[in-house]
Nanobody, 120 residues
Framework: QVQLVESGGRLVQAGESLRLSCAAS????????MGWFRQAPGKEREFVAA????????YYTDSVKGRFTISRDNAKNTVYLQMNSLRPEDTAVYYC?????????????WGQGTQVTVSS
């Protein structure tokens, strides 16, 4: 198993920046990809960004391209999401998730989430 703990979420004003962190523990040697998802009230969970653990390839949903940057520190088993130019529509609970090398099609491990609220 992999345990994930997100942190950094808080209330900010539109246009401000915020950095989220996600620390992994347990079977960290099995990590293939770490990603960020978000879920707004009354809406389905959506993909935000992901980074491959070994090669460092990154992926973003269109709505955050140019504003958000995902990065990882392999030595610390930690992934970050730098969020700039935040908008009210970015308000959501943000979740960190992991794909393992033995199953690269699913995210079986999830954190508890951290709330990001962007006021207008």
């Amino acid at each position: 198993q992999v345990q994930l703990v997100e942190s950094g979420g808080r209330l900010v004003q539109a246009g401000e920046s915020l950095r989220l962190s996600c620390a992994a523990s347990g079977r960290t040697f099995s990590i293939y990809r770490m990603g960020w998802f978000r879920q707004a009230p009354g809406k389905e969970r959506e993909f935000v960004a992901a980074v491959n653990w070994s090669g460092g390839s990154t992926y973003y949903t269109d709505s955050v391209k140019g504003r958000f940057t995902i990065s990882r520190d392999n030595a610390k088993n930690t992934v970050y999401l730098q969020m700039n130019s935040l908008r009210p529509e970015d308000t959501a609970v943000y979740y960190c998730a992991v794909r393992e090398t033995r199953n690269r099609n699913e995210y079986p491990y999830w954190g508890q989430g951290t709330q990001v609220t962007v006021s207008s």
